[in-house]
């Protein structure tokens, strides 16, 4: 994009589509979903293989990479303007930071934002309260032995305060998660207080019946944690565009 007007950037986009959110605080809000491709991690169970994955890392992959679409500044702004909610998602949306951030503050809708991040960046357009983060930080048994940075992740902790952002494990084993949230919420000074309603676990899995769920439910009891489904998942199972 070099050499180019900021009205000319382009996203490549892997898919754009309306659905229900599924996971997190705006879960069962009808959503415009855009995903980006791309992502900086490399998670063995990573549900979105085809924006990233060339090597058949993921278990639900096969090897595929969708090629994408270009996404421009006019169709984001026609966006905002038709939806009150837009999933920002990937891959990993932040690895195109300074697009967004120079695409948001152009727009005059308010539309709710939320980006779906992996917590390996930092958080961008921090005084716009229109701009809402779901950060879901990746333990070693991910793929990922490094993917957890403290120093990034605190800087999210001033919008969970806000309302603004809110941390969401996938959870695969529930013994093994729990010392390892306990141990980094710990590390991030979150308090406890903010739990109930920022702290997120969900059980990981693409099957409708999601085997895990009671045993997450009692996590999320246990430790004053809060539980999300996958409500796109139980309502279609795991289908492309919804
Ligand atoms: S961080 Fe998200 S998009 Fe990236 S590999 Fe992991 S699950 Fe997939």
């Known amino acids: 994009m070099e050499g180019k007007g900021k009205e000319m950037e382009a996203l490549r986009l892997s898919e754009r589509f309306y659905s229900i959110q599924g996971e997190g605080p705006f879960s069962g809000v009808p959503a415009l979903f855009l995903r980006v491709l791309g992502c900086n991690l490399r998670c063995v169970w990573c549900d ?10 993921s278990r639900y992959g096969d090897g595929k990479v969708d090629e994408g679409f270009p996404y421009t500044f006019e169709e984001f702004s026609e966006d905002a303007s038709r939806y009150s909610l837009l999933v920002l998602t990937g891959g ?34 921090m005084d716009d309260d229109r701009v809402h983060f779901v950060v879901s930080p990746k333990f070693p048994d991910s793929g990922n032995p490094d993917a957890i940075d403290p120093d990034v992740l605190r800087r999210y902790v001033p919008l969970v305060e ?41 059980p ?26 996958r409500l796109h998942i139980r309502l279609w199972g795991n289908v492309r565009g919804k």
């Open 204 to 229: 990981e899995g693409v099957d409708p019946a999601l085997p895990i769920a009671p045993e997450v439910a009692e996590m999320a009891l246990r430790n004053g944690w809060r539980y999300s489904d």
């Open 92 to 125: 990993e949306p932040l690895l195109y930071s300074d697009i967004w951030e120079s695409w948001v503050r152009r727009i005059e809708v308010n539309p709710l934002l939320q980006f779906e991040t992996n917590g390996t960046f930092p958080p961008i357009l």
């Open 162 to 202: 806000k309302g603004r952002a809110f941390f969401k494990f996938v959870i695969t084993d529930v013994e093994r998660d729990e010392g390892n949230i306990r141990d980094l919420l710990h590390r991030l000074g979150l308090p406890e207080r903010t739990w109930p309603f920022s702290v997120f676990v969900m």
């Open 48 to 57: 979105s293989p085809y924006t990233w994955d060339r090597w058949g890392i």
